[in-house]
């Protein structure tokens, strides 16, 4: 069993900053890409930002300059430092991370947290 536990989402005022958190836990044996990917109402999900278990990162255009990924191999944790926020930013946010287990080390498969709210608005 594999588990993702995001935290820090919230309500900010356009212009502000936020910092997400996912922790992984659970039977891992390694963990590769890690991403956030987020859905607002009447929208389709969509990737925001990834990185790999080396740290190379990938954004969305509409974060570029705004929010930087970073990871802690180490905690199994994965952050999403946003700033300058706006209000089309708003929506739920969801941790993805490409995981193999202790007993299917060899085949990798998505986990998905169970989302967190980030809500820009004055």
């Known amino acids: 069993q594999v588990r993702l536990v995001e935290s820090g989402g919230g309500l900010v005022q356009p212009g502000g900053s936020l910092r997400l958190s996912c922790a992984a836990s659970?039977?891992?044996?390694?963990?590769?890409?890690m991403g956030w990917y987020r859905q607002a109402p009447g929208k389709q999900r969509e990737l925001v930002a990834s990185?790999?278990?080396?740290?190379?990162?990938t954004y969305a255009d509409s974060v570029k300059g705004r929010f930087t990924i970073s990871r802690d191999n180490a905690k199994r944790t994965v952050y999403l430092e946003m700033n300058s926020l706006k209000p089309e930013d708003t929506a739920v946010y969801y941790c993805?991370?490409?995981?193999?287990?202790?007993?299917?080390?060899?085949?990798?498969?998505?986990?998905w947290g169970q989302g967190t709210q980030v809500t820009v608005s004055s």
């Open positions: 659970g039977s891992i044996f390694s963990i590769n890409a």
């Open positions: 990185t790999t278990s080396g740290g190379i990162a």
């Open positions: 993805n991370a490409d995981v193999a287990t202790s007993t299917s080390r060899w085949i990798s498969r998505g986990y």
